[in-house]
């Protein structure tokens, strides 16, 4: 226990020393996160150093206990913590340059992958998830995607001040506490360090903050906690497993998963960043950030609550307190108010997502029996028979000078609106629709785009068509 002591004051003291001489040398470099922007809330210059002042606690700290040692079975698993620092470090190198410089979402997305599946080489590997266990070549993509998710995890959230740090600092705490519940010596000497040196970084970081994490620090605190989850889930008696460093770190988790669900849903780019995070929802609903981020500290408390209750249960009642759990995660999210997630419902539950593959259907058909119209006549057929599926109660196709139109009933003189497709400088396409008609209308604008394409290609032979037909008729009027 004197040695758990001693490196977790020492992980503390270093990371109150260096992240002020740190954050004083990189304001003075000129090396900040300038305000400004949609999503920055920081009205003043603040340099990204919390990375580095974690990574040099710890390397210090682990230096130390190695050197210390621990003897008999406590050492177990000694090996497999030090030998983490090598892709932590990796990690720890690309939150800096792209602090620092710069990079592309494919060029941290590679790096992680890489440090990912450093991690599984060297021994940390996912089995299985709730009780059921995955076959051997699963384990490394699955081990792969936990540890990259939990990196963009802490990555993403770190929005508001104190809230990477301060959520990071839970999960920690709640893992040593497991530690020692299952004596997982080997766990307890990994998450001490990373826990004293959260609470001596928050010291600068809490609101108003002074100094911030940085990608090098937010990626760092998600690769260690999704590796100790991982070493934490191997000595789980529990059938749920991996379920209990996910509820640990439930909120970065389910914020990364709506991020990337929300983005899915609205056709945007993976990784756009956006104001849509759950603690930008809490601060438009009025919060403060520090209360946004102490609400958030409060759910992750409760997080925590339910991993641990888990160790303490070891039976069916925990299943129950998980499902529970997620049953009121899910009405706090219904309460941040996602118009993604009410529109998606609002579909499939009302019927306008089987309408709309419906409309999608009719309109491939469409285009097939445009493709196979071989003459002006054959099209004209086409099109009165589709535009007919789509809505529209009269049109009128004009090719060079030749007319062809079907009025609505009453001859067009009910309240309709026209819509034009212009084909060239004087072929066009009139499509008449009745006021209020939503038939189809979801594929309003695909529609119009393919017929405009269509027609257009068979333009030239439509045309020679409209032609033979005009010579047709004045040959048979001058032999009269």
Known sequence: MQLFLLVGF??????????????????????????????????????????????????????????????????????????????????????????????????????????????????????????????????????????????????????????????????????????????????????????????????????????????????????????????????????????????????????????????????????????????????????????AVLTLYAICMAGATVSLVQLVLRNQFANVVVLLFCAAAWMGVQHLGYLEFNVARDMLLGGTFRRLIDAQIQLRRFERELDAARTLEECWAALKRGCQRFGFRGLRLSVDGEVYEQKPEGNGAGPYWVLRVALSDRDYLNLLREHGEQQHSPVLGPLIDMLRGKLQEKLPSLSWDARQKRLMRTGAAGGI
């Open 10 to 291: 020492t992980s503390f003291l270093l990371t109150l020393l260096l992240t002020p001489a740190l954050r004083d040398l990189f304001r003075r470099l000129g090396i900040v996160d300038a305000p400004g922007g949609e999503r920055k809330i920081h009205m003043a210059p603040v340099p990204r150093v919390g990375g580095i002042s974690l990574m040099l606690s710890m390397a210090v700290s682990f230096a130390l206990v190695h050197a210390i040692g621990l003897r008999g079975p406590q050492a177990a698993g000694l090996d497999l913590i030090f030998k983490l620092l090598a892709p932590a470090s990796l990690v720890f190198l690309l939150g800096l340059a792209d602090d620092v410089f710069g990079l592309r979402p494919w060029q941290k997305l590679l790096v992680q992958v890489a440090a990912a599946g450093w991690a599984y080489w060297l021994g940390v590997r996912v089995f299985g998830f709730a009780g059921f266990t995955a076959w051997s070549w699963v384990s490394l993509p699955l081990t792969v995607f936990w540890l990259v998710l939990c990196m963009n995890a802490f990555n993403l959230i770190d929005g508001v001040d104190g809230l990477a740090a301060g959520l990071g600092l839970f999960a920690t705490l709640t893992m040593l506490a497991a530690a020692f519940m299952q004596a997982n010596m080997a766990l307890a000497v990994a998450t001490i360090p990373l826990a004293g040196s959260l609470i001596a970084f928050l010291r600068y970081n809490f609101n108003p903050a002074t100094v911030f994490l940085g990608d090098s620090g937010s990626l760092l605190i998600g690769f260690l906690l999704g590796c100790y989850g991982v070493i934490w889930s191997l000595k789980t008696a529990t059938l749920l497993g991996m379920v209990a460093p996910m509820m640990a770190l439930f909120v970065p988790l389910l914020d990364v998963v709506l991020a990337v669900a929300r983005r899915f849903l609205r056709h945007q780019p993976l990784f756009q960043a956006d104001k849509g995070h759950i603690h930008h929802r809490l601060l438009e609903q009025g919060l403060t950030p520090r209360k």
